[in-house]
């Protein structure tokens, strides 16, 4: 298995030794933090100080085990998975999302930073370029979609073998009504017949199902992550400017395993950041004392309470609760 799904391995490992982890608590060891940065797996260090367990009323959480100071690293996650917006698809690197040069990516449909890279792609892309995939690309672009492209994904790495098929069935589901399933069937049938034109056997593609397709498409719907980097440089500023005046401003959209466990809050004590590539580091924005827990925010903090709560309800399913909300802030 690849080193993408090697931090969510160990978590996942836990769970399924000890069913019925909706209502227990999971240790983080420090082999999950295994720098992000780093290509060399790095030496244990020091467990990350957080534990998830389950909170009174958003299910499972993340909760500081020790005093994390303001502006502390608290731990850095590797995604499951990955997948460039369709505006930045040869602009960003097809595996680490890391933003391209004109030059790095020139007259290539797919472009990757380096050989590194490729070489962790490989496994999946080479399962991807068999087929065609310009049906299903245009449904996502002409309907705005960016979560079945990262189905298709997953599709290609359960069939190149680099992930499992319920990889991301940890993570709390989306609930979907009877018409969002209606609007997920045009999808399915885009990515299953374009892997049956490429003469991938139905025996390899079992686990292909609407079900399946659903299931992914409605665990995504609550826990992927737009990704925007953080600025390097003012040529970064004045191309981000315009990006966001021309098209999306993200480079892409990535899933993970533990930064999927920590719930909202309108005035969060944590954040997460990428700087460079998908690679996520996650943050203290305020002192955090030991056993309270660690909450981000999900949208942008700047719109006035009706909207936060608006988008909470109808993006996430939940109404928050949290002191900003009660406030009427
Ligand atoms: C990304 S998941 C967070 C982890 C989740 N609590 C779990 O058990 O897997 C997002 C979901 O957590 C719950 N949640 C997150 N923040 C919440 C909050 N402030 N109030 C109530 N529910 C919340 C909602 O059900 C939301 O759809």
């Not at 370029?129 to 790495?157: H, I, N, S």
Request: with cysteine.
């Amino acid at each position: 298995m690849s080193h993408l799904v090697r931090y969510s391995r160990w978590v996942w490992w836990r769970i399924k030794k000890n069913p019925g982890t909706q209502n227990r608590e999971i240790q983080v060891s420090s082999f999950s933090t295994a720098a992000a940065e780093e290509e060399k797996p790095a030496p244990p260090g020091p467990p990350p100080p957080i534990r998830v367990s389950v909170t009174e009323s958003a299910g499972r959480g993340v909760f500081a085990t020790r005093r994390i100071g303001a502006g502390d690293l608290i731990h850095t996650a590797k995604p499951l998975l990955t997948h460039p917006s369709l505006s930045a698809n040869n602009a960003a690197c097809y595996f680490c999302l890391r933003k391209l040069t004109p030059g790095e990516s020139q007259g290539q449909t797919v472009a990757f930073c380096g050989q590194d890279c490729k070489e962790k792609a490989k496994v999946f892309y080479d399962v991807e370029a068999k087929a065609d995939w310009a049906a299903f690309d245009e449904y996502c672009r002409t309907q705005g979609l960016k979560y079945p492209l990262l189905v298709k994904r997953l599709a290609c790495m359960v069939l190149s073998g680099a992930a499992a098929a319920d990889s991301l069935d940890i993570l709390q589901p989306a609930y979907l009504t009877p018409e969002m399933v209606l609007q997920m069937q045009e999808g399915f049938g885009l990515l299953r017949s374009s892997f049956s034109k490429a003469n991938i056997a139905d025996e390899q593609m079992t686990f292909l199902t609407n079900q399946w397709y659903n299931g992914v498409l409605a665990r995504l719907r609550i826990n992927a992550f737009r990704i925007e980097l953080a600025m390097g440089s003012y040529g970064d500023l004045l191309a981000s400017a315009s990006a966001c005046v021309e098209a999306e401003a993200a480079v892409g959209n990535a899933v993970y395993m533990l930064p999927s466990f920590y719930n909202h809050d309108c005035d969060p004590n944590a954040h997460i950041v990428w700087i460079d590539n998908a690679n996520a580091r996650l943050k203290a924005l305020h002192d955090v004392e030991a056993d309270e827990e660690l909450r981000i925010c999900y949208i942008d903090a700047g719109m006035d309470r009706d909207a936060r709560q608006n988008i909470l309800l109808q993006g996430f399913g939940f109404k928050c609760n949290c002191l900003r909300c009660l406030s009427g802030d």
